[in-house]
Each structure stands twice: as C-alpha cells, then as structure tokens.
C-alpha cells in the first residue's frame, strides 16, 4: 500500500492504519481497537498521539531503511567480488574467508561470504553438502594404528597437467602425515610419503590402501620357490616387500568408501590447494614439494586435525638413517657370473667393502640389487649392503699356434647369388621360376626327339 507517495506500507501495517483511522473518527472505541490489534490500550492511545503530529509514518518501524551498524560496508563488498573473481577463484566460501584473514586482514565469516557471493550472482564451488550415504567406520583409538594412503590425479598447478599427489592421513586424527606430487600414481611417490611419515614420527602400526598394483603384486598366486620357502603366503610388490621389511601390517580397501578419510581429504585439497601454490608462486612440482613439507601441512593440520580418544602413539621408532634407505628401494634379485660379477639392466657389476675390496662370489650365488630413492645402487649379500662398481671390459683373446704366434684369421668364402637368382627378381620370383621350368622342358623334348 502506497501513501502519500512516499510510505510503503505492509499487509499488517495497512490493516493498523485503517483501525487506527477508525479509532481517530470515532468510529471505533480503544478497547476495540486494542482487542483487533492485540495491543495494549496504552499503546492504542501513544499511536493515536502520535498519528495526530506525525500523520501515517508513526505506523511505520523507526528501524525501517537504516542500515544495521554490523552491515558490511559496500567497497569491502567489491574487494571480495574482485578477490572471487581474480586470486581466490575457485575456492570455496570457507577457504575464502580463510585466505581473506590470512593474506589480506579481513575478518569475515564464510556465511557473509556466501551472502555475497549470493547477491553478486556468482557461482559457489559447494552449493550443498552431499548427504552420507554409508554408515562412518569408528575411528581408531590410537595415533598411527592406522594410516590411509592415496594418489589423486588433478590440475593441482593450475597449468593444464594432470598431476597425481600422492597422501597418506592419520584415521585417529585426520593428520596429514605426508604430500608429494609427481607426474603420475608412482611407486616413487608412495616412498617419498612414507619416508615423511618415518622420518617425523616413525613406523605406522598399520596401512590401509587401495588395489594398485603398486601395492598388491599382479602376479597373485604364483609363488617362487624361495618365496615359498621363506613362509610367504602371496607375492608382494616392491613397495609391500618394504613394508613387510618394516613390519607394517598392510590391508586393502575394496571400495573408495572404506578410505572415506583419505577421499575427503581429496575432496578438501582440491578446491584448496591449487590457489595456495598459485599464492605462493609454485610453478614446477619441485617448488610444490618443498611448499608441502615446509608450510602447509602444518597449516592444514591446525585447521583441521582433532585429538586421538587415547594419547598413547602406535608408531614404532624408525631404523637408522643406511638401514632406511635400503628398505625404501627398489629390490631386484641378480646371480653371479663366475668371474664375480653380475649383470643389471645392461651393465656388469662387481661389489665391493666399504673398504675398497672385490668381494668373491661363487657362481649362481643369489644377490639383490637394491637402487635407492636417491638412484644409488647399492647389493645385498649375506644381509650385508655392499657398494657395486662398474667391472672392467672384457677383451677377447685372439687364438694363438703351439709356438705362440698369433694365426691370422683366414676370410670366409662368401655366398653370393647369381644375377638370374630368383632372390635377385624379387617381387617376382615366380616368373622367374617359370622360366627356368620351361628350359627344363625344352631340354626334355629335345633328348626325347633323338
């Protein structure tokens, strides 16, 4: 309802104009007018002064058209449409309201985010939460009884290259225990987070992962005879033979849900992170790496990480330093030549002490090579580690006679065919061939004749 040109009344505010009308006229006593409007007939009578001095606009709400005193004033409104749209794009509303206090000293709530980003019309990267759809596993109890890891594929630099990052959290606390990035799910990556793990707070008493075959050897069922030998019940890959040498009880998950910690760290780390290296100025993945270890994962785990139900630890302490670098390898299994020497990938080795020494072997004796995750090689024999180095060339020996003069090698006979050899006529040796037959059978007529 429009009056007087310039008040704008509501439904309820129009109904208490025309009772107060009626009580001004005389129409309509105070009493009835407190009984329609359910008020007070002292304040039937404050409103009937009131109209009379100040016409139709003491209806209204003294509030009305002031701005509250907490309203966000309209060019910190911008800055955060211009941060939405420039260096911030992508995040969510709750990592905005977090880069915003962190970088630019706006404390802000993400639900006044959210409002205006609402009003400004722009798009919001989580517009709701997924509702659960299985049942959540009980945590454990214990910090590092239990350590989810995973690899994610994504545009983590924000340059168009699908990078994996690799991860392992905490099932106690949500910690982040390790990050790296590589170009692809590796087994590299997966070592380099287990050696963050072991080097800041020691051996996992367990480690939940899926079914790569990083971690779950393809060959399942077939067993060497020395595997056999040694008690193992299946085969294991490179990166299950180190843990099973660190004592790692390791399991796997059938289904993505049964990791839902690690999931939703993804899930977290997505939309965070991208712009967390763009603010950083993080262009290379050794940038990123360096990034991850230095600062954010701390970062992360203030924010997000909660207290175990027990605070006793289920990390074992870790080997030493040499013990460790030969675990976290790469194994390979190498027998001996007989001049004490082996063969990998293309190239003769022998090991020698930390000495300087030759070791002898005897022929078929079983040698591991190990190449570290710094790309050292290192042997493994007699569960002692050894260093390999290159063996010298080996030169042939040319034949000498009884007096011990050399014999000149004589030239071989070479086999050359002959200009009409049908090898010469190709592609069309049996043309060739005809021909030939039909000499034949010229030279048969011609002994018949006579």
């Not at 910090?143 to 690799?166: K, T």
């Not at 080795?349 to 000495?355: E, R, V």
């Not at 024999?381 to 000149?408: V, W």
Request: glycine share 6%; hydrophobic share 35%.
């Amino acid at each position: 309802m429009k009056t007087g040109g310039d008040i704008f009344l509501n439904a309820r505010e129009s109904r208490k104009v025309y009772v107060m009308e009626q009580v001004l006229k005389g129409v309509m006593t105070a009493s009835c007018a407190a009984v329609s409007l359910n008020l007070s007939k002292r304040q039937i009578f404050r409103l009937k002064g009131t109209m009379k001095t100040q016409g139709l606009s003491a209806l209204v709400h003294g509030n009305r058209e002031r701005k509250p005193a907490h309203t966000i004033p309209d060019n910190l409104r911008n800055l955060i449409e211009l941060k939405a749209k420039g260096d911030y794009k992508g995040t969510s509303c709750a990592h905005m309201a977090e880069l915003l206090q962190e970088h630019d000293g706006i404390s802000i709530s993400s639900k006044s985010v959210i409002r205006i980003l609402k009003n400004a019309d722009m798009p919001l990267r989580h517009k709701h939460k997924s509702p659960a759809k299985h049942r959540s596993r009980p945590r454990k109890d214990l910090f590092g009884q239990m350590v989810q890891v995973d690899a994610s594929p994504y545009d983590w630099l924000s340059d168009g290259r699908m990078l994996s990052l690799h991860g392992a959290i905490d099932d106690a606390t949500s910690r982040v225990l390790g990050l790296w990035l590589c170009e692809h799910e590796c087994g590299m990556g997966y070592f380099k987070v287990l050696e963050q793990i072991i080097d800041l707070w020691g051996v996992p008493s367990s480690l939940l992962s899926d079914r790569h075959t990083i971690f779950v050897s393809p060959n399942s069922g077939r067993l060497s005879v020395q595997e056999e030998l040694i008690g193992m019940s299946e085969p294991l890959s490179q990166f299950g033979h180190s843990l099973s040498l660190l004592g790692v009880t390791h399991s796997q998950a059938r289904s993505p849900q049964s990791k839902g910690r690690m999931e939703r760290l993804w899930g977290t780390l997505q939309p965070r992170l991208p712009v967390e290296f763009a603010l950083n100025k993080c262009l290379s993945m050794e940038q990123a790496n360096l990034f991850l270890a230095a600062s954010f994962i701390k970062k992360h785990n203030d924010r997000f990480a909660v207290d175990p139900a027990s605070s006793d630890s289920a990390f074992s302490p870790a080997p030493d330093h040499n013990t460790l670098e030969l675990i976290l390898a790469w194994r390979h299994e190498r027998k001996a030549s007989s001049g004490s020497v082996i063969s990998f990938e293309g190239q003769r080795f022998q090991l020698a002490s930390a000495s300087g020494n030759i070791v002898s072997l005897r022929p078929k004796e079983p040698i591991t090579v190990v190449r570290t995750l710094s790309g050292a090689l290192k042997a493994i024999h007699n569960n002692k580690a050894f260093d390999l180095l290159p063996a010298p060339e080996r030169t042939a020996q040319k034949p000498t006679s009884k007096n011990g003069e050399a014999i000149a090698a004589v030239p071989g006979k070479s086999s050359i065919p002959a200009s009409n050899h049908p090898w010469r006529q190709y592609p069309n040796p049996i043309r060739i061939q005809e021909t030939e037959n039909n000499k034949i059978l010229n030279k048969i007529k011609v002994v018949s004749c006579k």
